[in-house]
């Protein structure tokens, strides 16, 4: 019954503070809102990228040659050795793949044309499921096929995907620290403006101590208030976002239409990421109002 | 309920607020504290509910050591101490009602029991018609009623009054004696600081006068005269 009292009592104080200083208030809300717009932004950006990452990653293809002199079941037993393992495996004859060297050759490709027999060897080209494109997974692959009697030679642009992957790993960073400076800078407005807050009830605390308020007495309504900015701030934010996507992203998906992919721009859960970015919210609105409250009490 | 040994308070640059202070205040005694301006009256009274701590000596308070009392404890002690200011401090955006209910409120008191409780201390001291008006809206002596109900709405064991009658004329002075009289009569250890000498004298109580932080008179009651600490 106590701490149904004390809620009652913090959520009074703390709407009371709102309703008293709603410049100061207004300033938090929005601070964090264009923290949590620029967060929501940032989030979708590398959604995307990763998206394109992925999306180049499948482009990767590992070209297995094989010994002619092999019988052809013995080739056969590679490929569908690979298939078992759930990669794409496409046989492609001697035939096939000078045909393709012409196709890609054009006019150059005349001088193949008095080549009294085929010249390149038959091979596989293999599509990997996405879990084996890592760079070490290729390799290891790579490795295990090259010791296959079969198989005389492999290649899957080993260079091509080592630096796709350093891409990736780079943007990543890249973007944890764009969060991490993010938040942080966030963190400091916040606390900063709520502290202004916070002093400009300073008698209102100090009355409240002598009456025998407890530290956790005295911090709540602030804590209350700053969750409350922040899920206010929010919900500023994912309209901004609807907003956004709605108005520029459909401009910008024109002009960036050759990295557009399938899919891109749609996003499957929206009111799992609305609910995620107002826990955001109001985790950033707490943390800032404690930083600010904590400072203060400890003066 | 309260004893002081030996105790000496100094702030920086200052001469000595309190000067090796040896004083018992037994419980559901009522004590006044005279002396001049900068005697060490509103400081004695801020060493026992903890506002400052003691440079020098112990102080006891309903038997715990507060020169020694950890500083997440002194908000518990605090609940055991009605404080009655000079400047009355009350939050001048909450009714007389919320500000009497104030201090049951961090008691965790629900919210019906307390604004009962606080309109029955209203009506004691005579505001039962102003519940709802905001503090600045009342006169000097109704604020310090305001205040008296704040302090007494919880049942305190002790009551601390710094000037509680400083901006107020001698009628409404003898009423605000009254209350503070009334709550003594209901077992509550009370001690007022003040320089209304006349007043004093009317009253027939123990005395502790101070001089530059000490103790330089103690008499009590029509007959008794206490050591001089």
């Known amino acids: 019954m106590s701490a149904v009292a004390k809620a009652q009592t913090f959520w009074r104080?703390?709407?009371?503070?709102?309703?008293?200083?709603?410049?100061?208030?207004?300033?938090?809300?929005?601070?964090?809102?264009?923290?949590?717009?620029?967060l929501g932004l940032a989030r979708s950006a590398a959604h995307e990228l990763d998206r394109l990452v992925g999306s180049l990653g499948g482009e990767v293809r590992v070209t297995v040659y094989l010994d002619p002199r092999v019988p052809p079941a013995a080739r056969t037993a590679v490929a569908d050795g690979l298939r078992r393992r759930g990669m794409v495996v496409e046989e492609v004859s001697p035939r096939a793949a000078l045909d393709r060297l012409v196709r890609e050759l054009g006019p150059a490709a005349e001088s193949l044309r008095g080549l009294s027999e085929d010249p390149l060897p038959p091979s596989l080209e293999v599509r990997v499921p996405e879990s084996m494109r890592a760079p070490t997974s290729l390799r290891?692959?790579?490795?295990?096929?090259?010791?296959?009697?079969?198989?005389?030679?492999?290649?899957?642009?080993?260079?091509?995907?080592?630096?796709?992957?350093?891409?990736?790993?780079?943007?990543?960073?890249?973007?944890?620290?764009?969060?991490?400076?993010?938040v942080g800078a966030t963190l400091i407005i916040v606390s900063a403006?709520?502290?202004?807050?916070?002093?400009?009830?300073?008698?209102?605390?100090?009355?409240?101590?002598?009456?025998?308020?407890?530290?956790?007495?005295?911090?709540?309504?602030?804590?209350?208030?700053?969750?409350?900015?922040?899920?206010?701030?929010?919900?500023?934010?994912?309209?901004?976002?609807?907003?956004?996507?709605?108005?520029?992203?459909?401009?910008?998906?024109?002009?960036?239409?050759?990295?557009?992919?399938?899919?891109?721009?749609?996003?499957?859960?929206?009111w799992m990421d609305a609910l995620q970015l107002a826990l955001a919210g109001a985790g950033l609105g707490l943390a800032g109002s404690y930083l600010a409250v904590h400072r203060f009490l400890r003066a | 309920m309260i004893q002081m040994f030996h105790v000496t308070k100094a702030f920086p640059g200052d001469p000595p607020a309190l000067v090796d202070v040896n004083l018992t205040v037994e419980k559901g005694e009522f004590v006044f504290l005279t002396g001049p301006s900068g005697a060490g009256k509103t400081?004695?009274?801020?060493?026992?509910?903890?506002?400052?701590?003691?440079?020098?000596?112990?102080?006891?308070?309903?038997?715990?050591?507060?020169?020694?009392?950890?500083?997440?404890?002194?908000?518990?002690?605090?609940?055991n101490i009605g404080v009655v200011f000079q400047d009355f401090k009350l939050l001048p955006h909450r009714t007389v009602l919320d500000n009497v209910a104030l201090s049951l409120d961090v008691l965790g008191v629900p919210r019906p029991e307390a604004r009962q409780r606080a309109n029955r201390m209203l009506k004691l001291v005579g505001l039962q018609h102003k519940t709802e008006s905001l503090p600045l809206k009342l006169s000097g002596g109704e604020?310090?009623?305001?205040?008296?109900?704040?302090?007494?709405?919880?049942?305190?064991?002790?009551?601390?009054?710094?000037?509680?009658?400083?901006?107020?004329?001698?009628?409404?002075?003898?009423?605000i004696m009254s209350?503070?009289?009334?709550?003594?009569?209901?077992?509550?250890?009370?001690?007022?600081?003040?320089?209304?000498?006349?007043?004093?004298?009317?009253?027939?109580?123990?005395?502790?006068?101070?001089?530059?932080g000490r103790i330089v008179s103690d008499a009590g009651g029509p007959t008794v005269v206490r050591r001089v600490g």
């Open chain 1, 140 to 182: 290891g692959l790579a490795a295990e096929l090259r010791g296959t009697p079969a198989v005389t030679g492999v290649d899957y642009g080993e260079q091509a995907v080592e630096r796709l992957s350093a891409i990736a790993r780079a943007v990543r960073w890249a973007g944890w620290v764009a969060f991490v400076v993010l």
């Open chain 1, 13 to 38: 104080s703390a709407m009371e503070g709102i309703r008293h200083q709603p410049f100061v208030h207004a300033v938090s809300t929005i601070t964090l809102a264009i923290a949590l717009f620029t």
């Open chain 1, 193 to 270: 403006t709520l502290q202004l807050a916070i002093y400009a009830r300073r008698e209102e605390v100090e009355i409240q101590k002598l009456v025998g308020a407890t530290d956790r007495f005295v911090q709540a309504p602030f804590l209350l208030e700053g969750a409350l900015q922040g899920i206010a701030g929010a919900a500023l934010a994912i309209a901004g976002l609807i907003a956004f996507r709605q108005t520029l992203s459909p401009q910008l998906a024109t002009l960036l239409s050759f990295l557009r992919l399938p899919g891109a721009g749609t996003d499957a859960r929206p």
């Open chain 2, 179 to 212: 209350l503070l009289q009334d709550a003594n009569v209901r077992g509550t250890t009370v001690i007022v600081a003040t320089h209304d000498l006349p007043m004093v004298e009317r009253s027939g109580k123990r005395v502790v006068r101070l001089d530059r």
């Open chain 2, 143 to 175: 604020q310090q009623r305001v205040v008296i109900a704040r302090a007494l709405v919880n049942e305190p064991a002790l009551l601390l009054a710094d000037e509680p009658t400083g901006n107020l004329d001698p009628a409404l002075s003898q009423e």
């Open chain 2, 43 to 79: 400081t004695l009274l801020r060493l026992v509910f903890c506002a400052e701590p003691a440079t020098r000596g112990q102080i006891l308070v309903g038997g715990r050591n507060v020169a020694r009392i950890r500083q997440a404890s002194i908000p518990f002690l605090r609940r």
